[in-house]
T-cell receptor
Framework: DTEVTQTPKHLVMGMTNKKSLKCEQH?????MYWYKQKAKKPPELMFV???????INESVPSRFSPECPNSSLLNLHLHALQPEDSALYLC?????????????FGPGTRLLVL | AQSVTQPDIHITVSEGASLELRCNYS??????LFWYVQSPGQGLQLLLK??????LVQGIKGFEAEFKRSQSSFNLRKPSVHWSDAAEYFC??????????????FGKGTHLIIQP
């Protein structure tokens, strides 16, 4: 099983809503990542978790709150988002947090903030 | 800091023709180089990667790439494209040194269009 699953596939939320994105993998990977991809742009790294600990936070606003409750699950909690946060949010995992390890990407959650 | 340039925003190729997508990187030491493909509405799939060793790297779906240190390039090639190859292609570079460092830096992507 080399699959990373993400739910929901699509999400529409208002600026006052609180929602969460979920990412799951059962490959035994110990590194998990959140990327943000705006339309017609490349993915940009947001967060890296290694062994369930936050290892990189790329100066992401606090309205994005990641959580890694166990080695298979990664959440991204969203609160008070802005319309410019509308994007495709990609989750990825790799065996270890090491560039020699292949990152496997999920299909993404397409988020629209109204 | 590392950076990646993909000079071609769009490329149109006839089905069955050969393909070359260009990628130039900037990094002081030996880079980790990757090519990913993204179909519409999908996540990214790794085509191939280069860390060291043989500079000609074979990947999935019949793709290959050649690392040329003198030109700071890592161009992607395929001898004969299929309509299913139409997608967005991203070149990415990572800093060596282990521990994941700063993660991957992606180029802006090249949109590949296949003509029948």
């Amino acid at each position: 099983d080399t699959e990373v699953t993400q739910t929901p596939k699509h999400l529409v939320m208002g600026m006052t809503n609180k929602k969460s994105l979920k990412c799951e993998q059962h490959m035994g990977h110990r590194a998990m990542y959140w990327y943000k991809q705006k339309a017609k742009k490349p993915p940009e790294l947001m967060f890296v978790y290694s062994y369930e600990k936050l290892s990189i936070n790329e100066s992401v606003p606090s309205r994005f709150s990641p959580e890694c409750p166990n080695s298979s699950l990664l959440n991204l909690h969203l609160h008070a988002l802005q319309p410019e946060d509308s994007a495709l949010y990609l989750c990825a995992s790799s065996p270890l947090w090491d560039l020699e390890e292949t990152q496997y990407f999920g299909p993404g959650t397409r988020l629209l903030v109204l | 800091a590392q950076s990646v340039t993909q000079p071609d925003i769009h490329i149109t190729v006839s089905e069955g023709a050969s393909l070359e997508l260009r990628c130039n990187y900037s990094y002081g030491a030996t880079p980790y180089l990757f090519w990913y493909v993204q179909s519409p509405g999908q996540g990214l799939q790794l085509l191939l990667k280069y860390f060291s060793g043989d500079t000609l790297v074979q990947g999935i779906k019949g793709f290959e790439a050649e690392f040329k240190r003198s030109q700071s390039s890592f161009n992607l090639r395929k001898p004969s494209v299929h309509w299913s190859d139409a997608a967005e292609y991203f070149c990415a570079v990572g800093a060596s040194g282990g521990g994941g460092a700063d993660g991957l830096t992606f180029g802006k992507g090249t949109h590949l269009i296949i003509q029948p």
